[in-house]
C-alpha cells in the first residue's frame, strides 16, 4: 500500500533482515496481463502533465534510455513516475515529519490522482528530479507494494531490495511480462 512511510526524500533504506508472511499468491500470466493493461491506462491518465514534461526532456529520454537497457519495460517507467510524484508532492505537503499525516496525505492523494488525475494547476515537478537513481529506488519501493497485493506481510524493518527483486522476477516474471501499447516516450 502506498506510501511506505519511508520512502521520501533522498534517503536509502538500510539493508537488515528482512521479514514477511506467506505464502504468496502463485503466478497467473493472463491476471498479471490484465494488471500491466491497467497501469498503462491508469497511471497515464493520472499523471498526465508530468508524463508531458517528461516526454520533451531529453535528459529524461536519456534516463528511459538507459532503464531500458536495464530490461524496464515501460509500465515500470511508469510506476516509478507515479510514485516519484506521489514522493515529490507528499515531500511538498509538508507531511513528511509524521508518519501517521504521511500515510494519510498519501492515501488521499493516490484517491486523487487515481480518480480525477493532476490538475494543470498543480505545481510543476521540476523533470531534473527523475534522475536515474531515484527512478530506480521509486521501482523498489513500487515492487513493496506488488509483493503486497501478492500476500506478502512486512514487518517493520529494512528491506532488502535484492531479494525481493529476485522475488518478483523469477516467480512472477515482473521484467518480462508486458502487454502491446501505445509508445508512450
Given at each position: 500500500?502506498?506510501?511506505?512511510?519511508?520512502?521520501?526524500?533522498?534517503?536509502?533504506?538500510?539493508?537488515?533482515?528482512?521479514?514477511?508472511?506467506?505464502?504468496?499468491?502463485?503466478?497467473?500470466?493472463?491476471?498479471?496481463?490484465?494488471?500491466?493493461?491497467?497501469?498503462?491506462?491508469?497511471?497515464?491518465?493520472?499523471?498526465?502533465?508530468?508524463?508531458?514534461?517528461?516526454?520533451?526532456?531529453?535528459?529524461?529520454?536519456?534516463?528511459?534510455?538507459?532503464?531500458?537497457?536495464?530490461?524496464?519495460?515501460?509500465?515500470?517507467?511508469?510506476?516509478?513516475?507515479?510514485n516519484g510524484v506521489m514522493n515529490w508532492r507528499l515531500e511538498h505537503a509538508d507531511a513528511s515529519r509524521n508518519v501517521h499525516r504521511v500515510?494519510?496525505?498519501?492515501?488521499?492523494?493516490?484517491?486523487?490522482?487515481?480518480?480525477?488525475?493532476?490538475?494543470?494547476?498543480?505545481?510543476?515537478?521540476?523533470?531534473a528530479y527523475f534522475t536515474l537513481e531515484e527512478m530506480q529506488m521509486w521501482l523498489e519501493f513500487g515492487m513493496i507494494s506488488f509483493l503486497?497485493?501478492?500476500?506478502?506481510?512486512?514487518?517493520?524493518?529494512?528491506?532488502?531490495?535484492?531479494?525481493?527483486?529476485?522475488?518478483?522476477?523469477?516467480?512472477?516474471?515482473?521484467?518480462?511480462?508486458?502487454?502491446?501499447?501505445?509508445?508512450?516516450?
Amino acid at each position: 500500500m502506498w506510501p511506505h512511510p519511508l520512502a521520501f526524500g533522498k534517503r536509502r533504506l538500510p539493508r537488515q533482515s528482512w521479514g514477511w508472511t506467506m505464502p504468496l499468491d502463485a503466478y497467473d500470466e493472463k491476471r498479471e496481463r490484465e494488471a500491466i493493461a491497467g497501469r498503462y491506462k491508469n497511471i497515464a491518465k493520472a499523471v498526465p502533465y508530468t508524463l508531458e514534461r517528461l516526454r520533451q526532456s531529453s535528459t529524461f529520454l536519456s534516463v528511459v534510455e538507459q532503464l531500458r537497457k536495464e530490461g524496464w519495460k515501460d509500465w515500470h517507467i511508469l510506476l516509478a513516475v507515479f510514485n516519484g510524484v506521489m514522493n515529490w508532492r507528499l515531500e511538498h505537503a509538508d507531511a513528511s515529519r509524521n508518519v501517521h499525516r504521511v500515510q494519510d496525505n498519501g492515501r488521499a492523494l493516490f484517491r486523487k490522482l487515481s480518480q480525477e488525475g493532476e490538475s494543470p494547476l498543480d505545481p510543476p515537478i521540476p523533470v531534473a528530479y527523475f534522475t536515474l537513481e531515484e527512478m530506480q529506488m521509486w521501482l523498489e519501493f513500487g515492487m513493496i507494494s506488488f509483493l503486497k497485493q501478492k500476500g506478502a506481510v512486512f514487518r517493520q524493518r529494512g528491506y532488502d531490495f535484492e531479494k525481493m527483486r529476485r522475488i518478483v522476477e523469477k516467480r512472477y516474471h515482473y521484467f518480462d511480462v508486458d502487454v502491446a501499447h501505445a509508445p508512450i516516450f
